[in-house]
């Protein structure tokens, strides 16, 4: 395997095979709760930036959810992330914040969709990944769309499977 670029290295924690461990939690005011499944891998190929892809699925009958994969940077020497993400639904965005120490948070700085995505439009993205104590992945997302405010969309702890 490549060596990892000392660019990213404010970022290797995020490094690795992950999956959801307990089931993530959906919710959004306008909408049913639910659990989902999640694997999150987290590589790099010896680049200043790590490549993902995060992989959903329906817990109990394993059918395919959302999905999406990208790429993480960072501006080197500075604390300053993007996370440049296209995603399933026909959404793509870049997400931009600021890593400070084990933890990443993060907010869409550009959002655009294809012309036949479906309503309600997402207008806006925050995120935040942790790493927590126990060695575990966090990761909790809230939204913005065209018609509710910023509230709570989804929230999963992942067990690390491999790095
Ligand atoms: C609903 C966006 C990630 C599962 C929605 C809605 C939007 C949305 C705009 C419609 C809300 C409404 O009707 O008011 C997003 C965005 C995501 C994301 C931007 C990523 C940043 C996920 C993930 C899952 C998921 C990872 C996991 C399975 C659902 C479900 C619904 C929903 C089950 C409700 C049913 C439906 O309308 O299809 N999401 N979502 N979403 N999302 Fe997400």
Not at 39 to 54: D, R, W
Not at 95 to 117: C, D, H, K
Not at 119 to 147: D, N, W, Y
Request: charged fraction near 15%.
């Amino acid at each position: 395997a490549p060596l990892l670029n000392p660019a990213i290295s404010p970022l290797a924690w995020m490094l690795g095979t992950w999956v959801s461990e307990p089931a993530g939690k959906g919710e959004f005011p306008t909408i049913t709760p639910f659990n989902y499944k999640e694997e999150a891998v987290i590589s790099h190929a010896g680049q200043p930036m790590l490549n993902f892809t995060i992989c959903s699925s329906n817990p109990d009958t394993g059918k395919a959810l959302h999905r999406e994969c990208g790429f993480i940077r960072i501006n080197p020497g500075t604390n300053q992330v993007a996370f440049i993400c296209a995603q399933n639904i026909g959404v793509v965005e870049i997400e931009e914040g600021e890593v400070e120490g084990e933890q990443l948070t993060l907010t869409s700085r550009s959002l655009s969709r294809m012309s036949f995505a479906k309503e309600p439009h997402v207008q806006q993205i925050c995120r935040k990944f942790c790493l927590t104590a126990e060695g575990k992945l966090e990761q909790t997302v809230s939204m913005a769309t065209s018609t509710q405010s910023l509230a709570p969309h989804l929230h999963v702890t992942y067990r690390k499977l491999s790095s």
